[in-house]
């Protein structure tokens, strides 16, 4: 059968999908999968839990409100699902993995690692997210989980600049600078965020499953 390959999640991993496929996204936002037939978000006007970006509704493809722990679809209803960078603000993952598997035959999930949540942490992540052997280890973010100082580094730098650094506890200079030093951070930033891509096998989980998977949430 007929298929075609998408760019998919923020690590823009390659992901093959039959042009059969009845597709979902789930958490669709501000950056909805062109390929998804059907957009799901539980928020439609509050962009709390996408960084202050609002949500885009294509006039092609139908948007419908929903919660990922509790989906208004039946059983397997698509044949594949687009989870991208949703897991980590999700209160009952329980209920939200085992929506996932009811709800479709496969699908694509991914989110920051552990590793990326060290340095780029964001108060709405609850949990740390790894692929074991193609199970899905879940633990929760401490309470009050600390950046440090290197991380509070990173992310100033990563973000210098833009609407992520408001309201955060970053360095000052993170909200800007005079020249020549703005010039020099911004293409810093640039760098960082060049290198975040490149070494996504350590920055992302990313995590493809067909017919259905395991998860584990480790206290």
């Given at each position: 059968m007929p298929t075609q390959s998408f760019s998919t999640g923020?690590?823009?991993?390659?992901?093959?999908?039959?042009?059969?496929?009845?597709?979902?996204?789930?958490?669709?936002?501000?950056?909805?999968?062109?390929?998804?037939?059907?957009?799901?978000d539980r928020f439609l006007f509050d962009n709390t839990e996408r960084s202050g970006a609002?949500?885009?509704?294509?006039?092609?493809?139908?948007?419908?409100?929903?919660?990922?722990?509790?989906?208004?679809?039946?059983?397997?209803?698509?044949?594949?699902?687009?989870?991208?960078?949703?897991?980590?603000h999700i209160e009952d993952v329980d209920d939200f993995c085992a929506e996932l598997n009811r709800v479709s035959r496969g699908g694509y999930l991914e989110c920051p690692s552990k590793f990326a949540e060290v340095l780029r942490h964001a108060p709405n992540h609850r949990w740390f997210v790894s692929n074991?052997?193609?199970?899905?280890?879940?633990?929760?973010?401490?309470?009050?989980?600390?950046?440090?100082?290197f991380g509070k580094l990173f992310f100033s730098l990563y973000?210098?600049?833009?609407r992520q650094v408001i309201d955060r506890d970053v360095f000052s200079f993170a909200?800007?600078?005079?020249?020549?030093?703005?010039?020099?951070?911004?293409?810093?930033?640039?760098?960082?965020?060049?290198?975040?891509?490149?070494?996504?096998?350590?920055?992302?989980?990313?995590?493809?499953?067909?017919?259905s998977f395991i998860w584990q949430v480790v206290e």
């Open positions: 923020n690590s823009k991993t390659t992901v093959t999908f039959n042009d059969t496929w009845r597709v979902a996204d789930l958490g669709s936002g501000h950056n909805p999968h062109p390929r998804a037939n059907i957009l799901v609002p949500v885009i509704l294509p006039s092609s493809k139908t948007f419908i409100v929903g919660d990922g722990c509790a989906m208004p679809f039946k059983d397997k209803t698509f044949d594949f699902i687009i989870c991208s960078h949703v897991i980590e074991k052997n193609g199970k899905l280890i879940i633990s929760p973010t401490p309470a009050g989980y600390p950046m440090g100082w973000f210098y600049g833009t909200h800007g600078v005079p020249q020549p030093f703005h010039f020099i951070l911004s293409k810093l930033r640039k760098v960082l965020a060049k290198l975040w891509v490149l070494f996504k096998p350590i920055t992302y989980t990313r995590f493809l499953w067909k017919d």
